[in-house]
């Protein structure tokens, strides 16, 4: 039963009512009463819900933040909560309200910076124009890989409005300052850093202009989260540095680290079981082996691992010496196929780490074709490791060698997120989907949640706890809409795991909120679907008017029997 069902039903009941108390009356005043009853109810609900008139759509102009001036048009227009319209201009607390009042709109017409997260939900369903405000000189966008692991380097970019005369810094969550760097034409800038242990941390970018004064500075929240702890296999035919500082990145990164290293003849070094056993094989996730172990391995063996490779696992062939041609004809039969090069000279990873102590030194081989993928290159795009899939699990090679260089140059950092790089290339995958927060949000201005359970719990800095109320999405997630009422950093729980998210303050990176703002605005835009006019409710006040009159003749017809009565 609906609403106006109700209301139907309640007036039936009060016009019997009206209709007992008439027929107390005698004569002229039984009949007045009568008629009275009936026309109170029938006025009152036509007040309640007008008769209905078909009314041609016309568009909606709305200015919002930035709009300074109303542009000419024949449409209504109104002004939202932050716009310098005029006094004269119609005033709405929300897009929502708006439209109530003007049902009628064939298009919505924005003007300034854009709609909130809140009106634009309200807009969805209509044709939407936008005509945007400039952005005023600022960081206008920063960008981070959604999900953040220890022991990976990553790339922060962004980019600024008005960049002409322009420099940023970094300021890293340790407190090291990074020399200003220049932006492109466009404005756009790049730093590369590395993130050691999982950690809720914030740095920050400074704006300067020439003379080196600070124009801009705003917070850069990272979030890491703990690498997925992966089960490594090393095979080696003889001790090397390499493989040294190979696995004590391994284990600083938290990974299962099972090893076989012969070093004579019968004699082998080995940590953990270190099994090619067909039920190991299927418990690990990556194997490394060098090219003297692999030959060392019988036929049967071979056929396991290969075997463990269709059902998923990563298997890498590591080599640090000029490879005979025999094993260069078995792995292009593996469908890695190389082909000597030129003398290779020594080259440099990309990455602000990469200095002058940084040199490494390669075999003198390339991989043949383009169907690889690429899981290291050095500066200049020149692959240094590739892998094809085979059956559910990839095989690679790579003929780099000489990376203890990194460690014992002082750059640690570059050495672990190069071999994070290519472990992550290849091994089984085993991650499940974090619960989903914007990347980008604001205090006091709605935001959506997202998981793929229905239970969301959102604790605020305070330790304060919100629970979401969701519904399911068409990817099969479960979404619900929060409302920071503090700034800081946030976490959103569900029953198998939890991500954290910060919520920057409301006056916190002006031109960063007002670009997020335009964008979201930008990808609602779209022509009117229905131009043919609407249903709109007629105007109430005429019944209204019309009411009264019943009403003040009920109650003389009631004040009157009780004079009579007393």
Known sequence: MTTEH???????????LGLAEALQHR?????????????????LYLTLYPPIALVDKKPLQVLTAGATAVVPSDADTIALPGSSAPASISRAPDLATALRRHPAVSTIQVIGYGLNAADRDAARGHGLRFDATPLPRGIAAIELPD???????????????????LRIALHE???????????DEDGRFAFTLFAPRAAEVNAELSLLDAAGAEVERITVPISVRDGVALNLLLLAGGPNAD??????????????????ISLSRGVVQQRGEASLAEAALAATDAIIID??????????????LLAAVDAGLGLLLRLDSPPPVALITQWHELGLPLESADSAPDFRLSGEAADAGAALQRLPLRAVGDANLVLARDDAGTALAVAHNRGLGRLGISWLYDTRTLVLSGQAALHDAL?????????RPRQTPPPAAPALSWQHERMELCAHEQRLLVIAPSGEASGLSVRRGRDERWCGGFWPRESGWHTLQTESGQSRFFVRA????????????????????????DTAPAPVPGPRWPWFLAWLVPAVLLWWLQLSRRRQAS
């Open 419 to 427: 071999w994070a790089r290519i472990v992550d290339g290849l091994a």
């Open 6 to 16: 109700v209301v139907y039903a309640a007036l039936a009941v009060a016009a019997l």
């Open 506 to 529: 409301a006056d916190e990176a002006r031109t960063l909120h007002l670009a997020q703002t335009a964008a979201a605005t930008h990808a609602l835009l779209s022509e009117a679907r």
């Open 173 to 183: 969550p340790g407190g090291r300052r990074r020399e200003p760097v220049a932006l």
């Open 147 to 165: 999900d953040l692991r220890a022991g990976h380097a990553f790339t922060l970019r962004g980019n600024v409005v008005q960049p002409d005369g």
């Open 27 to 43: 004569g002229g005043r039984r009949l007045l009463g009568i008629a009275a009853a009936a026309a109170f109810c029938g006025l």
């Open 243 to 260: 493989l040294k500082y190979l696995q004590r990145w391994a284990l600083d990164a938290g990974h299962a680290v099972d090893a076989r």
């Open 291 to 304: 090219e003297r172990a692999w030959s060392q391995l019988d036929t049967a063996a071979r056929t396991r």
